[in-house]
């Protein structure tokens, strides 16, 4: 691993951040947390047919991407690229094979223009982005991050990340978007169940809170887990078809999604108290979720925790949180990555560089 930063990168670099571990295409600039630009390329209607990600078909359209993605980028900040300090890209977690595009143009980018490469942890990244919203973190940092591919919660501490716990099976997006394709409805299936819910009673379908019984707790005071909820949720559809009962669609989802948030919260909170921590962060694709943004707001108040949670744009997989956490990286005088740093499918917010 290559020594510290070097002496002339500043404190408020000029970072190009990419982002390509599922079917975006993410590129931004970013000027310390000041986010000049971001563009994003997806994928998504490619894989709809198929109800989830093809990888081989990201990967393809990463390739394809990439290039008028950075162009977009720089033409749009009005940014040369050799005015860039370093380069961040995500080394994972994330699909092998869409990580090594991005992975690949990051480091000829920083061979060719001499900068330092910054190989940076998607789920980390995810809470690290509130920052070009809300400015740097004051102290440590609770974090809970729920995507299609990860439910985590995280202490974020400067440059140390801590997991506290995470899903020990289903991401809670995944189990929405699991469900709405048991109902019928379009993938990524996370945002049509929002919409229904917002219309349904939350309280009309008892689901079940998984890992919130004592003996569990004691256990796995802070993982969660969502594979049973979603094999209840799919038998209730089930008993439903049986009997010929028309579905009650708006309390369906209203109770399903009152199921995860619950969980999120609760356990989110349990963890602020027990470390003694004041702030939370929220980010990932889930956040976008109404009923657990409603949830947090109103219990976190209650528990006198802050809430950082960014606008919805920063939420989902782009360049700027990447971007962000190069930028974090670089203030906490970490290290650059080796220009052999491989993709990490599984990479541990431990390793919050490579
Ligand atoms: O972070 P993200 O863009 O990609 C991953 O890294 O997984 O998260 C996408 C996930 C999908 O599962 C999608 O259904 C879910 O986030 N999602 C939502 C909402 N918006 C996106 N789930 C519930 N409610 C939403 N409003
Ligand atoms: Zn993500």
Redesign the pocket.
């Known amino acids: 691993m290559p020594d510290d930063v070097p002496d002339d990168v500043p404190d408020d670099p000029l970072v190009l951040g990419i982002e390509t ?2 079917d975006e295409t993410g590129v931004a600039l970013a000027r310390g947390f000041e986010l000049l630009h971001d563009t994003v390329a997806s994928s998504v209607d490619e894989h709809a047919r198929f109800g989830g990600i093809v990888p081989e078909v990201a990967s393809r359209a990463h390739l394809e991407a990439m290039r008028p993605t950075i162009e977009a980028t720089l033409g749009a900040a009005g940014a040369a690229l050799g005015e860039i300090d370093a380069i961040a890209v995500t080394a994972g977690p994330g699909l092998v094979g869409s990580l090594a595009v991005g992975l690949a143009t990051a480091k000829a980018l920083a061979f060719a223009l001499d900068k330092p490469l910054y190989g940076v942890n998607h789920v980390v990244a ?1 809470a690290l982005a509130d920052q070009l919203v809300h400015g740097p973190f004051d102290g440590p940092t609770l974090a809970l991050v729920v ?3 990860h439910s985590s919660l995280l202490v974020i501490d400067g440059a140390e990340v801590t997991e506290l716990g995470q899903t020990l099976d289903d991401a809670a ?2 189990a ?2 699991k469900i709405g394709r048991l109902l019928g409805l379009p993938y ?4 049509h ?2 919409r229904l819910a917002r219309d349904g009673d939350p309280r009309a379908i008892a689901f079940p809170r998984a890992l919130t019984r004592r003996q569990d707790l004691e256990k796995h005071p802070y993982d969660f887990s969502f594979s049973g909820l979603k094999t209840a949720a799919a038998r209730w559809i089930e008993a439903a078809a049986d009997a010929g009962r028309e579905m009650p669609l708006n309390d369906f989802a209203a109770s399903f999604s009152e199921a995860v948030a619950d969980v999120l919260t609760s356990k989110t909170i349990a963890a602020a108290r027990a470390l003694g921590l004041g702030t939370v962060v929220i980010g ?3 956040s ?3 009923q657990l943004r409603d949830k947090a707001a109103d219990r976190f108040a209650a528990a006198g925790l802050d809430l950082r949670v960014p606008p919805i744009s920063y939420c ?2 782009n360049g700027a949180m990447i971007a962000a956490a190069g930028v974090h990286a670089i203030r906490r005088r970490l290290a650059p990555s080796a220009l052999d740093i491989g993709a990490d499918s599984s990479m541990a917010p431990q390793q919050f560089v490579a």
Do not use: K, L, R, V
């Not at 990524?188 to 945002?191: E, V």
């Open positions: 571990s599922c995810h995507s299609g591919g997006g995944e929405f978007d990524p299936a996370g945002p169940i929002d990932g694709g889930f976008a979720n109404s989902t997989d």
